[in-house]
């Protein structure tokens, strides 16, 4: 049987040994966010989902729907669809969804496209209790921004 003194002497010694421990770390600057009210600055290699990237002179997608993007993707969450329209030497994008349950953040859509019509967005604060959430149809997020941009001009310059 062992000594209780000795059993009394080394818990007493682990105790302050937590102590010791526990007040060193109390007096440390704090790390934690209050994140509703603060964000930290996201790094300059941070990937989000992807987001189509628009033409600067026309205001349309750059993307004309080649479907590489949706080849390359080894978790199969992109799907492509486009349309010729009339007077236009190539397809159009009509929809371009991205299941963003699935995707990874590999990069090999970012890659394979030659056109550049796709990268990575800087967005996220994605967040929702439903999965038909994170099914974004990225050419309508597109027209959509592309709207809200044009009204926001426009009441700017009235007087």
């Not at 526990?22 to 600057?29: A, E, I, S």
């Amino acid at each position: 049987m062992k000594n209780p003194i000795v059993e009394v002497v080394k818990g007493f010694g682990s105790l302050l040994t937590g102590l010791r421990i526990t007040l060193g770390q109390f007096f440390k600057r704090s790390v934690t966010v209050q994140y509703p009210h603060e964000s930290i600055q996201m790094p300059a290699r941070f990937r989000g989902h992807i987001e189509l990237v628009r033409d600067p002179e026309s205001g349309k997608p750059i993307c004309f729907a080649c479907k590489v993007c949706e080849k390359t993707c080894p978790s199969d969450c992109i799907s492509v669809e486009g349309l010729k329209l009339e007077g236009e030497k190539r397809k159009s994008v009509s929809e371009f969804r991205l299941d963003f349950t699935k995707c990874s953040l590999c990069g090999s859509c970012v890659d394979a496209c030659k056109s550049g019509a796709i990268r990575f967005s800087r967005d996220y604060n994605l967040a929702s209790t439903n999965r038909e959430d994170f099914i974004l149809d990225l050419f309508k997020k597109l027209e959509t921004e592309k709207v809200v941009t044009e009204k926001v001009a426009t009441e700017e310059t009235k007087p």
